[in-house]
């Protein structure tokens, strides 16, 4: 990470009026979960009578879901209005800001004029020098710490890990997902001023499959909460819900609410991660685009859905992402067939080059490069009691919904 700076963004946060400094932020990163927490915790902050603006990415279908207020994306004209000012201050910077820089100062000058009373804001890639990091979190979070964004040489988790807790300042409090001991030195090094721990200082007691997602007993620093109801499947969602109800703890500095706790949690949706989308056959749209997400998706599906048919496999991804690891760990092996395709990023591994992933591992594929088709194949290709799983990068999962 040698050389990189975020210079270029405090300078177009300053000609903006430095608008991240105008409201009370939780900074999120990791290597998973990072979405549902956010979208978690806006909507606990939220059930508080807070008018929250979320900055999340990437999107699924339209650029305006990155960019949100009180759960609703930012109106085409509202979008539009602030581009339109950044694009008269971009010709004024050298370098000229990047796609991601503009897009999080857009989001950091809406949240200012909506005087939103708190921002919840999601890391783009690692944290230390993301465009994001020109905000000051009152709480940093940090769900989880993946092998996603590195090459696995070498001590890779522990640099990893400062990459992200590059997002801690001094005086916040540090919600910290990540449970791995031998990290715990990167960690103590931050300038938090107090650190909240999973399974020591917060964690989720129990985790019950329940209809429609899971019933968790979950406690914090300041109390606890049994017998939650959280709209959203897989039992990793249950670690994520006790991170997200730290942060939102940590941000007040005071017990919740029960019933607004379970009024929020009852209300999350998170489209795009494990989201069933029909029945008979099922099919089900995870944005899953490393191992740990894979696995995640496959354990969720394991437990919660009577598959008595086969699995069918719609698997599009980026290049550079490990895919056949990724492959592994989706059961590509054993699947019916894998469908083949190629998400709309100019990053993406082409469907073809796939296949032969597919192939070698002993699996069975056919090539669909577009998404749509790819969908449409697998479905008309199964049975009442199969599944349809569409995976491997969210701009497969965009284009399918």
């Not at 941000?251 to 019933?259: K, V, Y």
């Not at 998170?270 to 899953?288: H, I, K, S, T, Y």
């Not at 469908?339 to 796939?354: Q, Y």
Request: with cysteine; aromatic share 4%.
């Amino acid at each position: 990470m040698e050389g990189l700076k975020l210079d270029n963004m405090r300078e177009l946060c300053r000609v903006l009026g430095d608008p991240q400094h105008d409201q009370p932020a939780v900074h999120i990163t990791g290597t998973n979960g990072k979405g549902s927490v956010a979208r978690m915790v806006t909507a606990l902050l939220g059930a508080h009578d807070l008018t929250v603006g979320t900055y999340l990415s990437p999107h699924l279908q339209t650029i305006n879901e990155r960019i949100s207020r009180n759960g609703e994306p930012i109106a085409d004209d509202a979008l539009a209005a602030v581009l339109t000012d950044l694009a008269g201050i971009e010709t004024l910077l050298t370098p000229a800001p990047s796609y991601f820089e503009l897009l999080t100062a857009a989001a950091l000058r809406w949240f200012s004029d909506e005087a939103v009373a708190a921002a919840v804001v999601e890391v783009g890639l690692l944290g230390r020098w993301d465009a994001t990091n020109v905000v000051d979190g009152l709480v940093a979070v940090l769900t989880n710490v993946g092998r996603d964004h590195t090459d696995g040489v070498g001590d890779w988790r522990r640099r990893v890990a400062e990459e992200k807790a590059g997002i801690v300042k001094p005086g916040s409090t540090f919600v910290l997902g990540e449970t791995e001991p031998s990290l715990e030195p990167v960690f103590q090094s931050t300038p938090a001023k107090v650190i909240w721990r999973r399974g020591i200082d917060f964690g989720c007691a129990a985790n019950r499959l329940a209809v429609g997602g899971r019933v968790l007993d979950l406690r914090t620093p300041g109390g606890t909460y049994d017998d939650v109801f959280l709209a959203l499947h897989g039992e990793h969602q249950g670690d994520n819900a006790a991170v997200a109800l730290a942060a939102a703890e940590a941000f007040f500095d005071r017990p919740l609410e029960d019933e607004l706790v379970r009024e929020a949690f009852a209300a999350v949706r998170n489209p795009g991660r494990f989201e069933v989308v029909q029945r008979d056959p099922l099919v089900v749209l995870d944005g899953a685009h490393n191992v740990e997400g894979a696995r995640a998706l496959v354990a969720t599906l394991d437990e919660g859905f009577a598959v008595t048919g086969v699995r069918r496999l719609v698997v599009g991804v980026l290049d550079g992402r490990s895919p056949t690891e990724l492959l592994e760990a989706l059961g590509a092996a054993q699947a019916a067939e894998v469908v083949c395709c190629t998400p709309d990023s100019p990053r993406a591994l082409p469907a073809a080059d796939l296949a032969e992933l597919v192939a070698a591992l002993g699996g069975t594929s056919r090539i669909v490069p577009d998404v749509r088709a790819a969908v449409a194949r697998a479905i008309d290709a199964s049975a009442p009691g199969d599944a349809v799983i569409v995976t491997g990068s969210l701009y497969t999962v965009g284009a399918a919904r």
